[in-house]
């Protein structure tokens, strides 16, 4: 072919975007995407891309191989779950599943790897081979450390792996990357404060008051931060939920609090601070005003690394597409988090992402809110943001930039 990937694919864009929007309308939870599984895999088939269903429970792996000679590898990953929240979007496609909706555009991401298999099993003259990697449950129940348990590498090698996420802060036709940490660690608290309760009318003097512990460890947790941290590091804890007594017995001081919250971080050793501290200040804290509290600290992901000769060629693949001027290879660290994180701990790779752009009604809400619905413009670059990536690592012998 003489034209680039990009009006290749233009040609699909109904397709592509009837797929998008038929997984958009039909969301699915992390270990719950059936309907979603099912539907990649029947593609992949139809397309003549040998398929692997069932990898971490419901992950699937596509494979192509290349026609000419190579025993390179690599991986392309794309996340298939959606998220509890109710849609407000308003879009004649919009979630079926009454409180679950696609707030974090996966439907997109797999929608764009779809049209990278449909293009690849066409334009196979590549050497070397692609795994496909759609995996399930990305937000926070455990799909990447799933797929690798059940030996996601092992069974399909991989020498490099490469993510891709959509970010509606960027306009469309950019990308933005940067080496190193790029998404943060994500960690959740609990800590339960326990005294004697106590009437805190007549007699609070008699009580162990609890109230009083969780105020000063609220107010103490901000210390960690500023004064525990060293100022060249980055962190966040934030108290998400304070609950104890009841509000209609005001008079009745409880004997029971939990105070729960999250902490992002990107070294390891700021996160064992974390972790060391919170649990320091709130024994301590509860021991000087006659309570005791019960820490639970629970590590979610690790920061997301970006390994520097991956992340190069991730920005080369975007800037042969949109030019090096479009393409933000020192983008500022995410105190958001992501499980390829798990997989860019296990093999080389590189997370990129895409600018989201407006969509048809000229607005782009943010990720994971009610109203958030990906921008069906930009799945050709997506795609051919991925043919790019192949191009780069195993010498696609197609144009894939602009003729």
């Known amino acids: 072919m003489t034209q680039d990937v990009i009006a290749a694919v233009q040609a699909w864009q109904p397709e592509l975007a009837a797929i998008r929007q038929d997984i958009h309308a039909h969301p699915e939870m992390g270990m719950e995407e059936h ?59 919009a979630s079926t599943n009454p409180g679950v909706m696609h707030a974090c555009g996966h439907d997109g991401h797999t929608t764009m790897l779809l049209g990278a298999a449909k293009y690849l099993a066409e334009n196979r003259d590549f050497a070397g081979t692609v795994h496909l990697i759609f995996q399930p449950a990305e937000e926070g129940r455990g799909g990447a450390r799933a797929m690798l348990a059940d030996g996601l590498f092992e069974r399909f090698p991989c020498d490099a792996v490469y993510g891709l996420h959509n970010k509606p802060t960027l306009a469309a036709g ?129 920061a997301l690394v970006n390994h520097a000769e991956q992340t190069d060629l991730a920005v080369a693949a975007a800037a042969r597409l949109v030019g090096e001027a479009a393409v933000d290879a020192q983008f500022p660290p995410v105190t958001g988090g992501e499980d390829f994180a798990l997989m860019l701990e296990a093999r080389p790779g590189a997370f990129m992402f895409i600018g989201g752009g407006k969509g048809p009604d000229g607005t782009s809400p943010n990720l994971h809110t009610p109203h958030f619905d990906f921008n069906d413009a930009i799945i050709p670059m997506g795609v051919a943001y991925w043919v790019s990536v192949v191009d780069q690592e195993l010498g696609l012998q197609r144009p894939v930039g602009g003729s």
């Open 35 to 93: 309907r979603t599984a099912a539907l990649v895999a029947a593609r992949l088939r139809d397309w003549g891309v040998e398929v692997a269903e069932g990898v971490g429970r419901l992950g699937v792996v596509g494979t192509i191989r290349g026609t000419r000679p190579g025993q390179r590898v690599i991986g392309l990953r794309a996340d298939m779950d959606a998220l509890q929240i109710p849609e407000a979007t308003g879009v004649p496609y």
């Open 174 to 302: 950019q990308f933005a990357t940067r080496k190193g940490p790029a998404l943060a660690a994500t960690d959740s608290f609990a800590v339960t404060f326990r005294g004697t309760g106590g009437h805190g009318g007549s007699t609070p003097h008699l009580a162990t008051d609890i109230t009083i512990v969780q105020a000063h460890f609220v107010l103490a947790l901000q210390t960690i931060v500023g004064r525990n941290v060293p100022a060249v590091e980055a962190a966040v804890l934030s108290v998400g939920s304070i609950q104890g007594g009841s509000p209609v017995s005001p008079n009745v001081m409880p004997a029971e609090l939990v105070v729960t919250g999250t902490s992002r971080s990107y070294a390891p050793k700021v996160r064992d601070l974390l972790e060391r501290r919170i649990g320091e200040l709130a024994t301590g804290l509860a021991a000087a005003h006659g309570c005791t509290a019960e820490v639970a600290y629970r590590r979610g992901v690790p």
